[in-house]
């Protein structure tokens, strides 16, 4: 770790908060305000049926893989038409949805770490995922964002890790990565030239393709670990 660290990219799904429990209560949200304004849609298509219809749908539109919410749009407009509804309502469909996706529960390590994080260096976000930080709490410590739908393509993919290179006018040696997937944010880092670390909070063994990587259980971690980095110049990156 000899390059002076500028920016610190953080996923976001099962990093800063748990994703199953938020897509499940999102899901019956949306299944729920279905139930009250599409019944026949809803009771052909409950949250685990539309689950099959997408999982269907990436076989023969691969390139949604980079955009969850186009697939998931696509897939309520299918199953309007299976049963006889005009698709029209989906943009407000997916709202529903969307909104409740934001319903999150941090871990406990994320708000402070930012906190002590933020002015240090330029932090960022990095999904496959359709969370738009923005609408979060957390959202003011950011700079910029990137979902792989803006890039065209999804993680371990090198053009969204250096998407955040070209935003911030750095070189992939002064990025870090944090995530808690082992091809999509830990190998995908390293292949762009980015340093990373994985973060593991269940203590899982190592499933990746190369040898284990520097490994966090907490965010707390991370500072001590920043700060046996010798990274104590200021940042002379600026966003464009």
Known sequence: MSSAIACISFDLDDTLWPINPVIGR????LHEWLLAYYPRLARKFNPQALRKLREKLLES???????LTALRKLSLAQAAAEVGYDDGFVDQAFEVFLSARHEVKLYHDVMPT???L???????????????VERLPLGRWFQYNVQASQVGAAKPAVETFHSIC???KLKPSQVLHIGDDES?????ALAAGMHAIWLNRDNRPWRGTMPAPL????LT????LLAQWSNTEPLTATAS
């Not at 999102?26 to 949200?29: D, G, I, P, T």
């Not at 539109?61 to 955009?67: A, N």
């Not at 999509?184 to 995908?188: A, I, K, L, S, Y």
């Open 26 to 29: 999102a899901e019956n949200a």
């Open 61 to 67: 539109h691969p390139h949604l893989h980079c955009d």
């Open 114 to 116: 930012l906190e002590q």
């Open 118 to 132: 933020h002015g240090r260096y330029h932090l960022c976000t990095l999904t496959n995922g359709n969370a738009e």
């Open 166 to 168: 070209e935003h911030l």
């Open 184 to 188: 999509c944010d830990v190998e995908g």
């Open 215 to 218: 490994t966090i259980k907490s």
């Open 221 to 224: 971690e991370l500072l001590p």
